[in-house]
C-alpha cells in the first residue's frame, strides 16, 4: 500500500492494548506464571492454559451480552475470578477460594511483565507537543487506568477515553463522537491508530476517519471476536503498518 498522505491531520487518538503495549503477551505470560506459582495440585501450567483456554471460548465473546457486563465495566475482578473458577471447572475443581487467589496472582503478574512497545514510545515522544493525542481503549475501568500508570503513558494524552468510564466501547461510534468533541475537530482531521479491524480501523473508517491499522505478532486472538484479518468486502485503512514509526513520515513529520 503506498504511503497515504495525512498532513491534513490535526489530531491523534491510539488505542491501546496490542498497539502501544503488547497486553496479551503480558497476559498469557501472568496466567503461567499464576498457575505454576498457586495452580491446583495435579494440574500443570500447561493444563490449567488449556483448560483456562476453553473456558475463555466460552464465556469471554458474549460477555457483553450477559450481566456480567455491568460489573465488568466497573471492575475487573469479578469477571476474572469467573473465568478462573470456570477454567477449574473444567480441571474437575469446585473451589471459588482458589479461583480468587489464582485471579489475584494473574493479574499481579500480567501487570508486571506490561511495556511500551519500542516504537510506541519513540511515536508518542515525537508527537507529544506537536499534535493533540487522544486515548481509546475498551476494557474494565480500573484495569486499563492501572495498565496506563503502569506503562506510564498518561502524560503524553489530552483525552483518554475508557470502556469502563463511559459505560460503552468501541466500535460504538458515540465513543468516536465523543473524540471529536474533545479536540473540536472533523472526523477527516483525526487519525486513528489500532491493531484490531474491526474494533479499531472499521468504525473509524466508516465515520470518515484518516485509520493506521498495526499488525503486530502479539495481535489479539480471533476468540476475542476481534478477527486478525480484513473481511474482503470491507473498507481498506489509510494505511498498514508493522511500527508505529512508519506513521510518521505521513504526517508530514520525518522519520526515526
Known amino acids: 500500500m503506498t504511503s497515504p ?13 496490542d498497539t502501544l503495549c503488547p497486553y496479551w503477551e503480558a497476559s498469557k505470560f501472568g496466567l503461567y506464571r499464576a498457575f505454576e506459582r498457586c495452580g491446583p495440585v495435579g494440574c500443570s501450567p500447561d493444563d490449567m492454559m488449556h483448560f483456562w483456554a476453553a473456558a475463555f471460548k466460552e464465556f469471554a465473546p458474549k460477555l457483553k451480552e450477559t450481566a456480567w457486563y455491568e460489573r465488568y465495566l466497573k471492575s475487573g475482578n469479578p469477571t476474572r475470578v469467573e473465568q478462573m473458577r470456570r477454567a477449574l ?10 479461583a480468587q487467589k489464582l485471579a489475584d496472582t494473574y493479574a499481579e503478574e500480567r501487570d508486571k511483565a506490561l511495556r511500551l512497545f519500542d516504537d510506541a514510545a519513540a511515536v508518542l515522544k515525537t508527537l507529544h507537543g506537536k499534535l493533540p493525542l487522544g486515548l481509546i481503549t475498551n476494557g474494565p475501568a480500573d484495569v486499563q487506568r ?12 489530552d483525552h483518554i477515553f475508557i470502556e469502563g468510564e463511559l459505560g460503552f466501547g468501541k466500535p460504538n461510534p458515540e465513543v468516536l463522537h465523543r473524540a471529536e468533541l474533545a479536540v473540536g475537530l472533523k472526523p477527516e482531521e483525526l487519525l486513528f491508530v ?5 474494533q479499531d480501523m472499521r468504525p473509524s473508517i466508516l465515520r470518515g476517519w484518516r485509520t493506521a491499522w498495526v499488525r503486530r505478532p502479539s495481535d489479539l486472538p480471533p476468540t476475542l471476536n476481534m478477527p ?16 508505529l514509526r512508519e506513521i510518521l513520515p505521513s504526517l508530514g513529520l ?3
Open 146 to 157: 492501572q495498565e496506563i500508570a503502569t506503562i506510564g503513558v498518561e502524560k503524553y494524552f
Open 228 to 243: 486478525e484479518h480484513k473481511p474482503e468486502e470491507a473498507p481498506d485503512p489509510d494505511m498498514v503498518v508493522a511500527d
Open 254 to 256: 520525518g522519520s526515526l
Open 5 to 17: 498522505d495525512l498532513t491534513g491531520v490535526r489530531a491523534v487518538y491510539f488505542d491501546l492494548d
Open 194 to 198: 489500532g491493531n484490531s479491524y474491526a
Open 89 to 98: 471447572l473444567h480441571a474437575e475443581i469446585a473451589d471459588l477460594e482458589l
